[in-house]
């Protein structure tokens, strides 16, 4: 969990886990954008690291493997309309 969550970003792996379990943050917007700004500093990257950040989340919050996956995949896609949105 000592690990960064983006190569280029300090935000270590370990904050997922204290987002979701004293913070309560329950999707991955809350966690990416909210909790580590990570969406907002590297809108791109956020949405690559999608997937690891759900399977992270999923044992916290009940989630299975294909819900966790549901979830990336819905973030990644929201990232690209605002990306084509906005430029």
Known sequence: LGDPVLPSE???RAEVAHAVEPEFAM????VLVRRT????VDA???AAAA??????????????E?????FAVAYAA???RDRKRWG
């Open 66 to 70: 294909e819900t966790a996956q549901r």
């Open 44 to 46: 791109q990257g956020s």
């Open 78 to 80: 929201g990232v690209e």
């Open 27 to 30: 999707t991955l917007e809350d």
């Open 37 to 40: 700004q990570l969406g907002l």
């Open 51 to 64: 997937a690891q950040v759900a399977r992270l989340m999923a044992p916290r919050l009940g989630w299975d």
């Open 10 to 12: 300090p935000d270590a």
